[in-house]
């Protein structure tokens, strides 16, 4: 269902350039002016060539900017109550730019780390009437390239006044991730996608008040979302700073096989860190009772 293209221009950068693209604020500032970067500066792997030396992060290069995706917005039901809450619940010009600029900073950290960021080019929201809350996919001509983020107008109406611009955020950046992950050339459990989705919205700051941590230790490792998310949190404070993008990483260069992959990026069955993370927290539980 391909979209009529350039229907609704992306909205001018309320930032301008000299602003300082300092790389520890995610800010619009330098997103927002780099959404109109000609193609072949869009072009993946800028950062490879300086990667051996960088490795500590202090010899990085505050110019380079991971490439920006062209940004749109279409309104499918202008009249429909959703709608009127999105638009005045969040201000989609800056809102968008900065949570691009979050998500590829949470899975590559700089251009110049040697991450391999996937070229997408353009990355269109559709708020809608539709069920569910939303949902990523690639636009039918070019699906890895081209995203469309639906965003269901019925969900946004249904959040709590109080909560909207925060879970609005929230479902945006999850959504984000989907543009922005890899996926085991197509094999990774969906648990874990959606599990790295919603890691990266809990290190935002973002998690709803109904996601509790301690739940996912009565499910499995791969139960996707924050259950998942909370265990891939706890790999990051166990194997330390960057093992989610790792596991990213790792999603990138093989098909994945469930032994093969974990034992190689952490050096033990996932079956295994599931079984330490349950024990700990059991233990942190009987520490607090
Ligand atoms: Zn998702």
């Avoid at 809102?95 to 979050?102: E, G, I, K, N, Q």
């Avoid at 900073?105 to 080019?121: D, E, Q």
């Avoid at 990355?123 to 639906?150: F, N, S, W």
């Amino acid at each position: 269902m391909p979209l009529p293209q350039g229907t609704t221009p992306v909205p001018l950068p309320i930032f301008l350039p000299g602003m300082s693209p300092a790389d520890s604020t995610p800010t619009s500032a330098a997103a927002a002016t780099t959404t109109q970067l000609p193609e072949h500066l869009t072009k993946e792997g800028a950062g490879d060539k300086t990667a051996s030396s960088t490795t500590n992060g202090l010899s990085e290069s505050p110019a380079k900017e991971f490439p920006q995706p062209r940004l749109r917005l279409h309104l499918n039901e202008l009249t429909d109550a959703g709608t009127s809450i999105f638009l005045s619940s969040i201000s989609p010009s800056s809102l968008l730019p900065s949570a691009v600029s979050r998500v590829q900073k949470a899975l590559y950290v700089h251009p110049s780390r040697g991450y391999h960021m996937p070229n997408t080019r353009s990355v269109t929201l559709i708020v809608r009437p539709m069920d569910g809350v939303a949902y990523t996919t690639g636009i039918e001509i070019d699906p890895e390239q081209h995203k469309e983020i639906h965003l269901s107008s019925r969900f946004v109406a249904s959040i709590s006044p109080e909560r909207r611009s925060q879970e609005l955020e929230g479902v945006i950046v999850h959504e984000l991730v989907h543009c922005y992950q890899y996926n085991g050339h197509g094999h990774a459990p969906g648990g874990l996608i959606e599990g790295i989705a919603d890691w990266v919205r809990l290190g935002a700051g973002l998690a709803p008040p109904h996601w509790r941590k301690g739940e996912e230790v009565k499910g499995k490792w791969d139960a996707g979302y924050q259950h998942t998310a909370y265990f891939l949190q706890y790999l990051e404070e166990r194997f330390g700073e960057g093992t989610v993008r790792r596991l990213n990483e790792g999603l990138r260069t093989a098909r994945y096989e469930e032994k093969p992959f974990w034992t190689q990026t952490l050096g033990r069955p996932v079956e295994q860190l599931w079984e330490d993370y349950k024990k700990e927290d059991e233990l942190k539980r009987g520490t607090r009772s």
